[in-house]
């Protein structure tokens, strides 16, 4: 697997990221403020990157693990984030409305004030993060086990709770 570590990147680095299919490892990478929709980035694997401010709406990240690092105010709508593993990641702020969420894990993640409005697929799963404030109506989060996830004064308005476990989750003034 390719890696490419401590760089700067720019959207031309991203449009060729995948161009020959192999998967492609970021380590410290930064794509703060960089703005480059409907790219391929399916299996990338990001390591303690900095994507504070990225436009990445359209993209595709299918499979793609993102290790530490910051993606604060990212905007990730109608992205494809199927099948995803975000671990210890800082999503203040980040805008995923729209996006695929089918089988993506958010694990011990910060998403405080998260909008994730009208997303799509068959669920998602959150372990451990601190969701205060977050906008979340209409999420699907059935046939899961959220453990120890902090939902103050979020909105999960019409989420989809069937058979869900919430064991260890806060919902202190939590909108259901």
Known sequence: MPTRTDERLSAADLDRLTADGERVELVRCDLSGLRSRDVDLDD????????????LSGSRLSGAVVTGGSATSARLERCDLSDARLERVDLSGAVLSGA???????????MTGVVAEATRGMGCLLLGCNAYGAELPGLVLARREHRGTRF?????????LR?????????LHTDL
Request: hydrophobic residues 40%; proline residues 0%; glycine residues 8%.
């Open 152 to 160: 103050t004064e979020a909105n999960l308005a019409g989420c989809d």
């Open 100 to 110: 695929l969420l089918t089988d993506a894990e958010f694990r011990s993640c910060r």
């Open 44 to 55: 990338v694997t990001f390591t303690d990157c900095t994507l504070d401010g990225v436009d």
């Open 163 to 171: 058979e869900a476990v919430l064991e260890g989750c806060v919902l």
